[in-house]
């Protein structure tokens, strides 16, 4: 037996992004996938029986199959990872067309892990990480330039609309010139309340002290003065490091996003949080000593406590901090758990009375997102939050209205249930201020549009869910794997986001996903 992979989902991508389709028409790709042959699996036996053991066995036995599979910058050939056999290690292969694959040597493997990348505006220029560094390469002439090399982690990659290359090392944001490396930092946010030039007398004691003792005065004044020079100076000279935004002494970042203008960024904090409690443990009877091992695990979710998140814009240029309330909100103090809260004190024969009163909001927390729950139109001038109830019972798409310094509610989706935690992928349209997103509002997860100041419209409907959605780089087209043909068999479909004409791309059979290369059509 051997383990395949198809490539003809993404070419058939690439061929119907670059051709032009008439939207009121509906095409399915007829043409049989080209497939990649790779290493044979010698544990793999036709026609085996199967039994308690061999199925509890190491997977090998199944399949070796390609994972984490994506194209080579030109689209020609498909880089992939596979399982060792025998071991829990995985190695990179770099798979041409018709030929066979060969693993990615280890001094290579920073020229090739860009999957995860980020454009500048005019696609020339693909900034990514490995291994927490930065690289950037440059797609005309095929060069690729490392621009950190140390032992901080650099992530939250972002071309500036002004062609410089931000990127975030723990709570601090740096702007790098790709082409000669100079890198500033334009942001630093402190956990701790602003520092002060000296604090105030604790107790009667020393107030007398400051009151009675001329060199105390003296000394508080001169420490005054230097900390004034020193705030003066970091205010006028644009050499310096900015001064940090200080978001209050333990508080903990949850969230931090900068505007592509590179002018403000969206921060959410919270009080810390802690997910387990000292009795959270459970045995381990499998260890390497022989001797039961008390392993840490999260807690029960009955001891959960409310959590809520404070979300701030911060003006980099000078330095205002502003906090977004959520009573724009509807149904920011529902009481909406107020059946249920009335049928428990109804079996303790009490009565309940409801009451409306702030109930704890968060950003959302999906379990698939790779962007979080803050987006940015290009240009920087607009940004929408995904924000949802502790009770899970709401889930809020809004926007901040800057001038206003408050939260525009776009879209509401409530469920007497609970709020799902993933088909959420929400975001703005390419060089556009119209959202688009995933809802279950009808009971299916489905791609709607809504224009910040229009009204919403649905892209997809019926009885299937719709999966893994990428727009198009013109926007004109969202892609997205559904099963719309049966419950199990999965197809890739796009479909228009002016007029929700609906187009099959494939019709393969199965459970098939896709990836995209070139994406601009």
């Not at 892990?113 to 005309?140: H, P, W």
């Not at 062609?163 to 010139?177: A, C, H, K, Q, T």
């Not at 802690?274 to 029960?300: C, F, L």
């Not at 201020?433 to 279950?440: A, D, K, P, R, V």
């Amino acid at each position: 037996m051997k383990t395949k992979v198809a490539i003809a989902i993404a070419a058939a991508l690439m061929s119907a992004s670059c051709a032009m389709t008439d939207a009121s028409t509906s095409q399915t790709a007829s043409n049989p996938p080209a497939v990649l042959t790779t290493a044979e699996n010698t544990q793999a036996v036709a026609g085996q029986a199967l039994t308690l053991n061999q199925i509890m066995a190491d997977q090998d036995w199944v399949a070796r199959s390609p994972e984490s599979a994506y194209w080579m910058l030109d689209g020609s050939e498909v880089l992939f990872q596979q399982k060792r056999e025998g071991s829990q290690l995985r190695d990179w292969y770099h798979q041409p067309v018709g030929k066979d694959a060969h693993q990615v040597p280890l001094d290579k493997l920073h020229n090739y892990a860009y999957n995860d990348g980020v454009y500048n505006s005019d696609k020339s220029l693909l900034a990514y990480t490995f291994e927490g560094n930065i690289f950037v390469r440059d797609i005309a002439n095929k060069q690729t330039r490392q621009l950190t090399r140390d032992e901080a982690r650099q992530s939250q990659l972002l071309f500036l609309t002004d062609g410089r290359l931000s990127y975030r090392e723990g709570n601090d944001f740096f702007v790098v010139e790709p082409s000669t490396g100079l890198t500033h930092q334009i942001a630093a946010l402190e956990t701790a309340d602003a520092p002060k030039a000296n604090s105030e007398p604790k107790d009667f004691v020393a107030r007398e002290q400051l009151d009675l003792i001329e060199f105390v005065q003296v000394e508080r004044k001169n420490k005054a003065d230097r900390f004034e020079q020193q705030q003066t100076l970091q205010s006028n000279n644009e050499s310096l490091a900015p001064k940090p935004f200080y978001l209050g002494q333990g508080k903990e970042v949850v969230a931090a996003s900068l505007s592509p203008a590179g002018d403000k960024l969206i921060v959410a904090i919270s009080e810390p949080q802690k997910w387990r409690a000292e009795g959270d443990i459970m045995p381990n009877y499998v260890t390497d000593d022989g001797r039961v091992a008390a392993e840490p695990v999260r807690s029960r979710v009955a001891d959960a406590k409310p959590v809520e998140h404070e979300v701030l814009v911060l003006e980099l240029s000078s330095g205002e901090q502003t906090t977004l309330t959520y009573n724009t909100l509807p149904g920011w103090n529902e009481d909406v758990l107020a059946d249920v809260r009335r049928e428990n004190y109804a079996a303790q024969g009490k009565t309940y009375k409801s009451e409306q009163k702030p109930r704890p909001i968060t950003l959302l927390q999906d379990w698939g997102w790779r962007e979080g729950a803050i987006r940015w139109t290009d240009d920087g001038e607009h940004a929408a939050l995904m924000l949802e109830a502790w009770d899970n019972k709401d889930r809020w798409i809004a926007s901040i209205d800057f001038a206003g310094k408050r939260l525009v509610n776009q879209d509401r989706l409530h469920d007497e249930a609970w709020i799902n935690y993933t088909h959420n992928e929400f975001g703005f349209l390419p060089n556009s201020t119209t959202l688009w997103f995933q809802s279950e509002a009808d009971g299916y997860s489905h791609l709607y549009v809504k224009p910040l100041n229009g009204k919403t419209k649905q892209l997809t409907s019926g009885k299937f869910v719709t999966e893994d959605p990428t727009v198009s780089g013109n926007g004109e087209f969202i892609y997205f794997s559904a099963n719309k043909p049966h419950p199990g068999n999965y197809e890739i479909y796009r479909v228009r986001t002016d007029n929700a004409a609906l187009e099959q791309l494939t019709e393969l059979g199965g459970i098939n996903n896709y990836g995209v290369y070139g994406f601009n059509g």
